[in-house]
Nanobody, 130 residues
């Protein structure tokens, strides 16, 4: 059974930090890239950070560059999102998704293109108070 288990959300004051985790199972971790996305109430889901461990590629959206860092522990099949200097506008449900790097490259999908993702986790809520 394919699973992506997102965890680590919570309530934090502005300027604080959280670390999100996305644990993968049921598919080849080595053949997939993992993206973190977020969705605030009434807003579309947007890409935050992306990592392809097999390709050594990482991306961060401009809105989080310098504050968020994505990393992976391949042995644990887990991707982390370290979020520092959090702002109220970071408040959202954060989702992790997985996409085949082979299909994505063949189709020319950008890292934050939602249609390129095969699997999604259940989401974890991050609330940043001012």
């Amino acid at each position: 059974e394919v699973q992506l288990q997102a965890s680590g959300g919570g309530l934090v004051q502005a300027g604080g930090s959280l670390r999100l985790s996305c644990k993968a199972s049921g598919f080849s971790f080595a053949d997939h890239g993992i993206g973190w996305f977020r969705q605030a109430p009434g807003m579309e889901r947007e890409g935050v950070s992306y990592i392809s461990p097999s390709e050594g590629i990482r991306y961060h959206a401009d809105s989080v560059k310098g504050r968020f860092t994505i990393s992976s522990d391949n042995a644990k099949k887990t991707v982390y999102l370290q979020m520092n200097s959090l702002k109220p506008e970071d408040t959202a449900v954060y989702y992790c998704g997985a996409r085949s790097v082979f299909v994505a490259d063949a189709m020319g999908h950008s890292p934050f293109e939602l249609s390129g993702y095969d699997y999604w986790g259940q989401g974890t809520l991050v609330t940043v108070s001012s």
